[in-house]
């Protein structure tokens, strides 16, 4: 029943449902009932979280005065020496991370850069740092070169590989460390900070340490 008929009023034809009579021939709104605010509340607040999702600019991207930063690709996961599978985001936010690309072929103790960070890892880690290296070996492989040279790689060395992939070397090409020319993966170092970001040159693509030795003495020499 409306508050009309309550009332003992008639509405005047084309008169707003919520109208009702006030000291004479005014007529003034009637706050209808909570719940019938309920769906068009929700409604307004539904749609205005959509546009904001839409329209809100990209998370800050913190710079420094000699390149951009930005987020790595991260999406991926990779087997490791012992057959376990590493996901790369599971670091990001957690603490900075060396990542070591291995370039074609390359077996890890053939690799300088990754030989001084098995040799400095206590150091790393005492400065917070993780490490991960990237490269072309199997598992098997990097177990038998860690065999004959006598030393166990103490952090992850993953072989670059998707399961159900076949695509050549798929981390180089995220990274963008192939050859253009000959297709083949280069090696590669980047320093990824606890944000997560690494830094990115002119053409968009994560830029590599130009000196990998000499920066990784700089910051975990001892």
Same mark, same amino acid.
């Given at each position: 029943?409306?508050?009309?008929?309550?009332?003992?009023?008639?509405? =005047?034809?084309?008169?707003?449902?919520?109208?009702?009579? #006030?000291?004479?021939?005014?007529?003034?709104?009637?706050? =209808? *009932?909570? %719940?019938?605010?309920?769906? =068009?509340?929700?409604?307004? #607040?539904?749609?205005?979280?959509?546009?904001? %999702?839409?329209? $809100?600019?990209?998370? *800050?991207?913190?710079?420094?005065?000699? /390149? =951009?930063?930005?987020?790595?690709?991260? !999406?991926? !996961?990779?087997? +490791?020496?012992?057959?376990?599978?590493?996901?790369?985001?599971?670091?990001?936010?957690?603490?900075?991370? #060396?990542?070591?690309?291995?370039?074609?072929?390359? %077996? *890890?103790?053939? +690799?300088?850069?990754?030989?001084?960070?098995?040799?400095?890892?206590?150091? #790393?880690?005492?400065?917070?740092? !993780?490490?991960?290296?990237?490269?072309?070996?199997?598992?098997?492989?990097?177990?038998?070169?860690? $065999?004959? /040279?006598?030393?166990?790689?103490?952090?992850?060395?993953?072989?670059?590989?998707?399961?159900?992939?076949?695509?050549?070397?798929?981390?180089?090409?995220?990274?963008? $460390?192939?050859?253009?020319?000959?297709?083949?993966?280069?090696?590669?170092?980047?320093?990824?900070? %606890?944000?997560?970001?690494?830094?990115? +040159?002119?053409?968009?693509?994560?830029?590599?340490?130009?000196?990998?030795?000499?920066?990784? !003495?700089?910051?975990?020499?001892?």
């Amino acid at each position: 029943m409306s508050v009309f008929k309550l009332a003992g009023e008639r509405r =005047p034809e084309g008169a707003h449902p919520h109208l009702r009579p #006030v000291g004479g021939p005014r007529w003034s709104f009637v706050r =209808p *009932p909570p %719940r019938v605010l309920v769906l =068009p509340l929700a409604a307004i #607040v539904i749609t205005g979280l959509c546009v904001w %999702r839409m329209t $809100r600019p990209p998370r *800050p991207v913190p710079t420094s005065e000699s /390149s =951009p930063r930005a987020y790595p690709p991260k !999406e991926w !996961e990779l087997i +490791d020496q012992h057959r376990h599978l590493v996901k790369f985001q599971r670091y990001l936010g957690r603490q900075p991370l #060396v990542v070591r690309f291995l370039g074609t072929a390359q %077996r *890890p103790e053939e +690799d300088a850069v990754l030989v001084w960070l098995r040799d400095h890892y206590a150091a #790393v880690q005492r400065a917070g740092w !993780e490490v991960v290296a990237i490269g072309t070996a199997r598992p098997a492989e990097i177990e038998q070169s860690a $065999r004959e /040279s006598g030393r166990e790689w103490p952090f992850p060395v993953l072989t670059d590989l998707f399961e159900r992939d076949p695509t050549p070397t798929p981390v180089h090409r995220l990274w963008q $460390r192939i050859d253009p020319e000959t297709g083949e993966p280069l090696a590669g170092l980047y320093l990824v900070d %606890r944000l997560g970001y690494v830094p990115y +040159d002119m053409q968009g693509r994560p830029q590599p340490v130009a000196e990998p030795l000499s920066a990784l !003495e700089r910051l975990f020499g001892e």
